[in-house]
């Protein structure tokens, strides 16, 4: 396998520049998991280990937003078995999700649609968004039946029923990702090279990062943690303009 820590990169340390807003695409359970003898379910297990401590580190190092892509709309292709696994563990993990929103003052929220998942979880969804809504210390974010086009497709319904033209300000008020900062970074693991229906709007000038590790890799490596923000640190963003240029379309 390709090693990423072979290449020249930016000592390690904290770069200037950080990324406000950086989202994850976690690929490779699955095949995590078969390169270990392990049942493919474990993969997903293992993916969700360390999970809060990656939050933490990345909050503690100056990013604001942090968005997970769980279980997008063309999951549901998956088995039952492989489906219903996860639902439940997506229900305990939210479980304690609540109980770190409390103790690190941090916001969860979760965007897709709810009306497939179990009742069960869609509750949660609901209790864990609810009661960290006031809290100040970032953001984290579940794309949990999410797609990105059908997220367009639903907010530009939602601007005809209003009857009035929109600016590209004001369409965005109907996005379900609406009030979330811009996204900075992407990064996908398990060396695959697509956005796959994630966040479409919001990636419109993200830098894109696509390292070989799966994603129960990235999640409880410190090393890869600081390898992405070497990485983003070193890129740069023009928006369009010259070399000082930045994007006055970004949020405050």
Request: include cysteine; glycine fraction near 6%.
């Amino acid at each position: 396998m390709f090693n990423i820590f072979k290449k020249k990169s930016v000592e390690s340390k904290v770069p200037v520049k950080i990324p406000q807003h950086i989202a994850f695409i976690c690929d490779g359970n699955r095949r995590w998991a078969e390169m270990r003898g392990l049942p493919p379910l474990m993969g997903h297990k293992a993916g969700i280990a360390n999970f809060e401590n990656l939050v933490d580190w990345f909050i503690e190092r100056g990013v604001s937003t942090i968005t997970f892509f769980l279980f997008s709309t063309e999951n549901w292709n998956r088995t039952k078995e492989e489906i219903d696994f996860l639902m439940d563990l997506f229900y305990s993990e939210m479980k304690k999700n609540l109980k770190h929103a409390l103790e690190k003052n941090l916001r969860y929220r979760v965007i897709g649609t709810r009306d497939r998942l179990p009742k069960k979880l869609a509750d949660m969804c609901d209790k864990l968004e609810s009661e960290s809504a006031e809290n100040t210390g970032g953001t984290v974010v579940f794309a949990l039946n999410y797609g990105g086009q059908d997220e367009i497709v639903n907010a530009v319904n939602d601007a005809i029923a209003e009857g009035k033209p929109v600016t590209r300000e004001t369409f965005e008020t109907f996005l379900d990702t609406g009030e979330l900062l811009p996204i900075d970074l992407m990064v996908r693991t398990s060396n695959e090279f697509r956005i796959s229906n994630f966040l479409l709007w919001k990636l419109a000038y993200a830098e894109l990062l696509f390292i070989p590790e799966h994603w129960p890799d990235l999640v409880k490596s410190e090393k890869l943690w600081q390898f992405t923000l070497d990485e983003y640190a070193k890129r740069n963003r023009r928006f369009g303009g010259g070399k000082k240029a930045n994007y006055s379309g970004r949020k405050k």
